[in-house]
């Protein structure tokens, strides 16, 4: 009853080179369904690089990553491709949305590629946007929207093709600590519900209390 399995995850970058550097040693960790895990560790510890493994858009050199109890971490392209798209959702500390789309739109697009139809994406963008308190900004741009704003609408996109699991990455990094006290709360209003599981990496321990269990990623490995 898993979302996500992480099963003895070894990561080196430059490996065989002078510059090798081992980041993960035997890192496990399991999210269970509607689990919301908060990943502290100070920078460089590795959060990125396991969130990335997670996500499918990296590979360990050894370990299992289960979604939804299937194990992707040696599956073709393809399927994992597929798997990211359907299943998981990613934040990062900056918004990364599209510069030359409305908010609305930049939450339209990833289920228009998932196959959604226009009206169905717009009904269920707008509905995202209503939920994070931010419709009023539906057909803004992201230049014109406040940092907290511009946020929240990246939580939107992330959700839009309603994954099982959310990355986040600092999601609330680049703000100003009242700022971004409440747009965490309107991330995890957000997650409750739509009963989705969360791994979400942070410095903030105000912000990981509030999160159902904290893990620590220590000489990489989770504990
Ligand atoms: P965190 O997210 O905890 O700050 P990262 O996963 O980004 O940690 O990085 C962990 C370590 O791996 C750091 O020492 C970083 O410099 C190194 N690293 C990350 N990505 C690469 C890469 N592509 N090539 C070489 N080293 C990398
Ligand atoms: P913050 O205090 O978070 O930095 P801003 O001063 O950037 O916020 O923006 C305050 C409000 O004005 C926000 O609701 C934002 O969406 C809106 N706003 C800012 N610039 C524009 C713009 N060019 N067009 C429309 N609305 C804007």
Do not use: W
Not at 25 to 31: H, T, Y
Not at 88 to 108: C, D, K, R, S, W
């Amino acid at each position: 009853n898993d979302t996500l399995v992480l099963d003895g995850l070894t990561k080196a970058y430059n490996r065989g080179k002078p510059a090798e550097v081992t980041v993960l040693r035997g890192a496990s960790l399991a999210v269970a369904r509607g689990e919301v895990v908060a990943l502290v560790a100070p920078s460089g510890a590795g959060k990125s690089t396991l969130l990335h493994i997670a996500g499918l858009l990296d590979t360990p050199d050894a370990g299992r990553v289960l979604l939804a109890g299937r194990d992707m971490a040696r599956s073709g392209d393809g399927a994992r491709t597929r798997a990211r798209r359907e299943e998981v959702g990613f934040i990062y500390q900056f918004h990364h949305l599209l510069p030359e789309f409305t908010a609305l739109e930049n939450i339209m697009l990833p289920q228009l590629a998932n196959g959604t139809s226009a009206p169905a994406a717009q009904a269920r963008a707008m509905d995202l946007l209503a939920r994070v308190g931010v419709s009023t900004r539906a057909h803004h741009r992201p230049a014109a929207l406040s940092g907290g704003e511009q946020q929240r609408v990246a939580f939107c996109r992330a959700l839009a093709n309603a994954p099982r699991l959310l990355l986040a990455d600092e999601p609330t990094g680049n703000l100003d600590p009242g700022t971004s006290d409440q747009v965490f709360a309107a991330l995890m209003d957000l997650v409750r519900e739509t009963g989705l599981s969360a791994l979400i990496a942070t410095h903030n321990l105000d912000l990981a209390a509030r999160m159902d269990r904290i893990v620590r990623l220590d000489q990489g490995r989770v504990v």
